[in-house]
């Protein structure tokens, strides 16, 4: 892409205002921390302490909006408190010019590092810095300047403090997390309706797997419905594609494709409503077509083999999605099932089709499992639901239902024991996130990572340090008198990647000439008094709060009306011009854009790199879950889980890589955009028959297939050399997996999936060396 094309991809991107659901409440709640603070300090303190605890309320407001799985109160005080710190340092050094330069530096240096930590870290430091540049010239005394900062954490502490006390949608994150994921698998069922092969994107997992970590605290108060799904879910999709790929045994069009179309309508249903329920806290609305669907006693007479086999697993784990995501507290005692009436029918799927009783209804997950009618009743019973082939005999009436047997079992498993209260020691083995106090050695250890030539975030650093000293002195020079809006504009600008950076530098100058404008043009001919400066302020924070997710051309208005607004009330800056604060901002994002373009971190080059990580971990995966064939340990397996979760962390990488190198003005030096988007589908398909072949991994003491342990080391090899080759720029081979896979076309093992996987597995990969192949050609 040209420069010129580059330039007019990110604008475009910089002023757009996204339609996004607004959060009214939210905002008010942190305006009202705002309005306490402006008018204690005011009335109390005077215009200056105001606008110095205005500053600390209103950044730690903005990091409650922030991505993070962290308590938004935690949030609310490392924001203070960081603020508060940069603050009473940059007095300190004020008055001497070498040392605050030498301060900015090494503060805005270590601000560009934080974005290792995360983006919300990154955020709250680089706000930090810019926001110090205002707040620093505020103070007149040492001790004043203590005053200050202990005002500005005074701010973070009354919004952290109102999010407490005023909670709006607790686990809000954490629910919308959790159901998107069921949502994505709910979208993922009805495409593979049409498209027995389509792909999933894992994106939405993984960020459900990131916010189910939470630190011991929360863990002993997160609602129950929040743990449970998320493992469902992971193994929902394996079943989803087991039951609708034609590789496993239904064909593309018959009776049989169309009961499975049936079955994934009907699943779609049901997670979109279990995903409802969790994201709003509600109880689960189970659609009453869908239930029907999936319990007809049809199904044992049309599918059959592995199939069925899927069918059956669909229907248990859904049914255990609907009684998980039934909103109860956490260390509430689930009601044991309802015991089952004493006589049943067989119904024609070789499941039991229980006739519902008359006293205690049975639960929807029993009925979705094994063919009896869904309940409005008590929530259904874990054990219950879990049922993966044909059922046991009807378990008598003192008794919690027994288990369905397996295929071929010497004898039924004992029964499901109802389920317990969570107890803190079981809190504390869920997946655990570190407390904000012991993370500083973890953030240490990731910044002290990127200290290397080629890391994107030390780049950023260097960049955005340079920056702030260049604006900081040019401001210093120029005639226009408070010069801190050019080195404040850069800092706020500047990210580590070139489409944020040049895209929020036009929107930061769109906004502020608006802002600024409106603002100025306010001060200056209404002459308003210090009270109803504060209030403009306020109300222009609200409007900020409101549109923070809609677009940072929309926010920076509102932004910049709130900076003209409070250092109004002191009588700072009325003077100044909107022609002087707009030019500083448009010299602070030049200087932005002119960092980024001199040193650069582009990601294009870094493409054959994260394609060649991809590579190996998928290929990790895939001989890590053949290898299971040859030597059976179940469907639990902690080495499948680590490898799928490298998988999935290599495809995020690359995805992330491409969707920035997209609007860079570089050439692609060796993998084109088309080649890579061939590449990437490839590598997505081999990826999908690998987790076809973990939905079928044998039980713990299946007979063995040794064959499985060559075709695992045939992938683990030809997959590393592969990787290798496509870091050096040559075309992939694959003879170690070719031969193996020609040699079973003679004799192929006793699998049904096995010999078809491994050809689909090699089909793949050839189809990534043709990509690349192209792609040298194209050059």
């Known amino acids: 892409m040209s420069w010129l094309r580059a330039l007019k991809a990110t604008s475009r991107s910089g002023l757009t205002v996204e339609r996004r659901p607004l959060e009214p409440a939210v905002a008010a709640r942190g305006a009202l921390g705002l309005a306490l603070v402006v008018g204690f300090s005011l009335a109390l303190f005077g215009p200056a302490v105001a606008a110095s605890s205005a500053f600390g309320a209103f950044q730690a407001a903005i990091a409650t909006f922030q991505r993070s799985w962290?308590?938004?109160?935690?949030?609310?005080?490392?924001?203070?408190?960081?603020?508060?710190?940069?603050?009473?340092?940059?007095?300190?050094?004020g008055a001497h010019e070498v040392l605050f330069l030498a301060l900015l530096l090494s503060w805005t240096f270590l601000s560009g590092l934080a974005w290792a930590a995360g983006p919300t870290a990154g955020i709250i430091a680089s706000s930090n810095v810019a926001i110090m540049l205002v707040t620093v010239t505020l103070p007149t005394s040492v001790a004043t300047a203590a005053g200050h900062a202990a005002v500005i954490f005074a701010g973070g502490a009354v919004q952290a403090a109102l999010v407490v006390l005023l909670p709006v949608r607790r686990w809000g994150a954490q629910r919308d997390a959790l159901a998107d994921a069921l949502a994505a698998e709910a979208d993922y069922a009805r495409r593979l309706r049409h498209d027995p092969v389509a792909p999933f994107d894992p994106v939405p997992l993984m960020t459900a797997r990131s916010a189910a970590a939470v630190t011991p605290r929360?863990?002993?108060?997160?609602?129950?419905?929040?743990?449970?799904?998320?493992?469902?879910?992971?193994?929902?999709?394996?079943?989803?594609?087991?039951?609708?790929?034609?590789?496993?045994?239904?064909?593309?069009?018959?009776?049989?494709?169309?009961?499975?179309?049936?079955?994934?309508?009907?699943?779609?249903?049901?997670?979109?409503?279990?995903?409802?329920?969790?994201?709003?806290?509600?109880?689960?609305?189970?659609?009453?077509?869908?239930?029907?669907?999936?319990?007809?006693?049809?199904?044992?007479?049309?599918l059959s083999g592995p199939s069925r086999r899927a069918a059956l697993r669909?229907?248990?784990?859904?049914?255990?999605?609907?009684?998980?995501?039934?909103?109860?507290?956490?260390?509430?005692?689930?009601e044991a099932p309802a015991p089952p009436p004493e006589k049943a029918t067989p119904g024609a799927a070789g499941t039991t089709a229980t006739p519902a009783s008359t006293g205690t209804p049975a639960s929807t997950a029993t009925s979705?499992?094994?063919?009896?009618?869904?309940?409005?009743?008590?929530?259904?019973?874990?054990?219950?639901?879990?049922?993966?082939?044909?059922?046991?005999?009807?378990?008598?009436?003192?008794?919690?239902?027994t288990p369905a047997k397996p295929p071929t079992p010497a004898k039924p498993p004992p029964p499901a024991k109802p389920p317990t209260p969570v107890t803190e020691s079981q809190a504390r083995a869920a997946?655990?996130?570190?407390?904000?106090?012991?993370?500083?050695?973890?953030?240490?250890?990731?910044?002290?990572?990127?200290?290397?030539?080629?890391?994107?975030?030390?780049?950023?650093?260097?960049?955005?340090?340079?920056?702030?000293?260049a604006g900081y002195l040019l401001g210093a020079v120029l005639p226009f008198g408070h010069g801190y809006w050019a080195p404040m504009a850069s800092v706020m600008v500047m990210r580590p990647d070139f489409s944020q950076t040049y895209a929020r530098s036009?929107?930061?100058?769109?906004?502020?000439?608006?802002?600024?404008?409106?603002?100025?043009?306010?001060v200056q001919w209404g002459h308003p008094g210090t009270y109803l400066l504060a209030a403009l302020a306020?109300?222009?924070?609200?409007?900020?709060?409101?549109?923070?997710?809609?677009?940072?051309?929309?926010?920076?208005?509102?932004?910049?009306?709130?900076?003209?607004?409070?250092?109004?009330?002191?009588?700072?800056?009325?003077?100044?011009?909107?022609?002087?604060?707009?030019?500083?901002?448009?010299?602070?994002g030049l200087l932005a854009m002119l960092a980024y373009a001199v040193y650069p971190a582009w990601e294009t080059p870094r493409l054959r790199g994260r394609l060649a990580d991809w590579l190996a971990a998928v290929g990790r995966y895939a001989a890590v879950v053949t290898a299971r064939y040859a030597d059976p340990v179940g469907s639990v397996s902690p080495d499948v889980r680590e490898a799928v979760l490298d998988a999935r962390a290599a495809r995020v990488a690359w995805q992330e890589t491409l969707d920035r190198a997209t609007h860079e003005p570089v050439r692609h030096r060796g993998l084109s955009h088309a080649a890579a988007e061939q590449a990437e589908h490839a590598l997505a398909e081999f990826g999908r028959v690998a987790m076809l072949l973990e939905a079928h991994l044998p039980e713990r003491g299946a007979p063995p297939v040794p064959a499985a342990?060559?075709?695992?080391?045939?992938?683990?090899?030809?997959?590393?050399?592969?990787?290798?080759?496509?870091?050096?720029?040559?075309?992939?081979?694959?003879?170690?997996?070719?031969?193996?896979?020609?040699?079973?076309?003679?004799?192929p093992p006793d699998h049904f999936l096995l010999h078809k996987g491994a050809v689909l597995l090699l089909d793949a990969l050839d189809e990534v060396a043709v990509a690349l192949a192209d792609s040298e050609r194209a050059r």
């Open 70 to 93: 962290r308590p938004r109160p935690t949030l609310a005080l490392a924001s203070g408190a960081s603020l508060a710190v940069s603050t009473f340092l940059g007095y300190l050094t």
């Open 709 to 747: 342990a060559t075709l695992a080391e045939s992938l683990h090899r030809a997959t590393e050399r592969g990787a290798k080759q496509v870091r050096e720029r040559r075309e992939p081979q694959w003879e170690d997996l070719r031969e193996t896979v020609t040699a079973w076309s003679a004799d």
């Open 218 to 302: 929360q863990a002993r108060r997160r609602p129950a419905e929040l743990h449970g799904a998320r493992g469902l879910a992971e193994r929902i999709r394996p079943v989803l594609a087991s039951l609708a790929d034609p590789a496993v045994g239904v064909p593309e069009e018959g009776p049989q494709r169309d009961r499975v179309r049936e079955l994934l309508a009907a699943a779609g249903a049901l997670l979109d409503a279990a995903a409802h329920a969790i994201r709003h806290g509600e109880p689960v609305t189970v659609p009453p077509p869908a239930v029907a669907a999936l319990r007809t006693p049809d199904t044992g007479g049309i």
């Open 368 to 401: 979705l499992s094994t063919g009896t009618p869904a309940s409005t009743g008590t929530p259904a019973s874990t054990g219950a639901s879990a049922s993966t082939g044909t059922p046991a005999k009807p378990p008598t009436p003192a008794k919690p239902p």
């Open 506 to 522: 036009v929107a930061r100058f769109g906004g502020t000439l608006v802002g600024v404008a409106l603002a100025t043009a306010v």
């Open 431 to 469: 997946r655990t996130r570190p407390p904000l106090v012991r993370l500083a050695p973890i953030v240490a250890a990731n910044m002290r990572a990127e200290l290397r030539p080629d890391s994107p975030i030390l780049r950023h650093a260097v960049r955005v340090s340079v920056v702030a000293a």
């Open 538 to 588: 306020v109300l222009s924070a609200f409007g900020m709060y409101l549109l923070i997710r809609t677009g940072y051309a929309a926010g920076q208005v509102c932004v910049s009306a709130y900076v003209v607004f409070l250092l109004g009330m002191d009588g700072a800056g009325v003077t100044q011009t909107v022609r002087d604060r707009v030019l500083l901002t448009l010299i602070g």
């Open 314 to 334: 669909l229907a248990a784990l859904l049914g255990d999605v609907v009684e998980t995501a039934e909103p109860r507290t956490e260390t509430s005692p689930r």
